[in-house]
Every structure is written in structure tokens, then in C-alpha cells.
């Protein structure tokens, strides 16, 4: 095994761990999912780079680094929406007792906690059907590829698709973050405009990049049926 494998194959060993630290109560543990997120995110750069640098790309390559972004998209999607799902329909949500009105750190509501995103306009969540949209895509495109390559045609990533991507580490790299800085926030009962400043420039990055990954998430997937449709009905479309 060379060594852009090894990096990738380190990648999905740590995928379990990143997902089971994140919704650990304890800051620690999600300080420690957030700095293997980062190492993940920017290990997936760099071993793609390495390959082609130095001519080390091989099959198995090719196998591990979609599986292993495949893993932790659903590794980290699966968490948040478990850290944060269902807050607009929280009623009458209310503070732990170190910030005002919920608006700067988690939000209880009988038993439940949740850590959505703070922005100056109010809480931001994240509903099933964003989860849905964003794993339904990658499910059909992995299932479109792999009926796409029987048939002789190979669908390569295109521009959007990457910026997708790209924004999908922005958003779950902040709202990892935040995890991590609200829960030490609420242990040490941190307050003042400092702490409100951060939670909502944390929160405004977390929720634009949210929107912008969801929008090309669904953009990329129509422009992929768009150029390889006629492979659905049949027909066999030119790469």
C-alpha cells in the first residue's frame, strides 16, 4: 500500500471516531471531532494531490478516496442533524441559564438540547430535508456513476460539484466548531459581547455556507442529469 492509500485509509478509520466524539456532551471530545474533521478535510486534499503528483494513483485508490468521502459526509450530516434537528419546532425554547433567551448557546426544551447556529435574525437547525437532499444526491449519483461506467461512460466531477464540496467543509467545519465552543461556553458560563459576536459570526458563516452547499448540491445533480439524462432512458451519452 503507498502512502496516498495509507492517508486514505486513515481517513475512514477515524470516520467512526469523529461521529461518536461529536455527540459526546463534553467540549473536549468535541474540540477532539473538530481537529479530526480538519485533519480529514485537508487530508483528502492533499493525498489526491500526492497521487497524481507522484504517479501513485491505482485502482484501489480510486476505490477508497469516494468511499471515504463518502463516510464522513454521513459520519458528520448524521450528527448535526442529531445535534440540532427540529429547532423551529421547539416550543417556547429557553436558555440554560448562562445567555439570555437561547440566543447565544444551546437551546432546552424539557430533555431535549439542541445546538443550532445563532444568528443575529434568530436559531438556525437543520430539517430532515436537507438531510434528505444532501444524502439522497450522493446515493444517486454513486448508484449513476457506477450504471453510468457499464454502460462505457465515465461522469467526471465538474466545476460545481467541487465548490459543493468545498462548502459542505465549511458548514460542517463551523457547525463542528460551534458544538465545541458552545458547550465549553455553557460549562464556563462565558458571556459578554465577545462570546455573542463570535456565536454569530460563527453562525452567519455556518448557515450561508449551508444554503450555498444545498443550492449546488442540487444544481450539480441537475446539471449531471442534464448532460448524462439519456443514459436513464437508454441511450448512451458521449463522456
Given at each position: 500500500m503507498n502512502l496516498p492509500n495509507a492517508i486514505t485509509?486513515?481517513?475512514?478509520a477515524a470516520t467512526p471516531?469523529?461521529?461518536a466524539l461529536i455527540v459526546n456532551a463534553g467540549w473536549m471530545p468535541r474540540l477532539s471531532a473538530w481537529l479530526l474533521?480538519?485533519?480529514a478535510a485537508i487530508t483528502d486534499y492533499f493525498d489526491g494531490k500526492l497521487a497524481r503528483d507522484r504517479n501513485l494513483v491505482t485502482d484501489l485508490g480510486k476505490i477508497l478516496d469516494p468511499l471515504a468521502d463518502k463516510l464522513l459526509l454521513v459520519a458528520t450530516i448524521l450528527p448535526m442533524y442529531w445535534l440540532t434537528r427540529d429547532v423551529s419546532l421547539l416550543a417556547d425554547p429557553v436558555a440554560t441559564g448562562w445567555a439570555a433567551a437561547g440566543t447565544v448557546g444551546p437551546v432546552v426544551h424539557g430533555a431535549r438540547i439542541s445546538w443550532p447556529f445563532v444568528?443575529?435574525?434568530?436559531l438556525v437547525g437543520l430539517p430532515f430535508w436537507i438531510v434528505a437532499i444532501v444524502l439522497g444526491r450522493e446515493v444517486f449519483m454513486t448508484v449513476f456513476r457506477e450504471y453510468a461506467k457499464r454502460r462505457g461512460v465515465v461522469i467526471a466531477a465538474i466545476g460545481p460539484a467541487k465548490w459543493k464540496t468545498a462548502f459542505q467543509?465549511?458548514?460542517?467545519?463551523?457547525?463542528f466548531f460551534w458544538y465545541f465552543a458552545a458547550s465549553a461556553a455553557a460549562e464556563h458560563r462565558w458571556r459578554g459581547?465577545?462570546?455573542?459576536a463570535f456565536a454569530h459570526f460563527n453562525g452567519i458563516v455556518g448557515t450561508v455556507s449551508m444554503i450555498i452547499?444545498?443550492?449546488l448540491t442540487l444544481y450539480s445533480l441537475w446539471l449531471y442529469l442534464q448532460r448524462y439524462g439519456d443514459l436513464l432512458?437508454?441511450?448512451r451519452t458521449p463522456t
Open positions: 485509509m486513515s481517513r475512514i471516531l469523529i461521529a474533521f480538519m485533519a444568528t443575529p435574525l434568530g467543509l465549511i458548514w460542517v467545519g463551523a457547525a459581547g465577545a462570546w455573542q452547499a444545498v443550492t432512458v437508454g441511450k
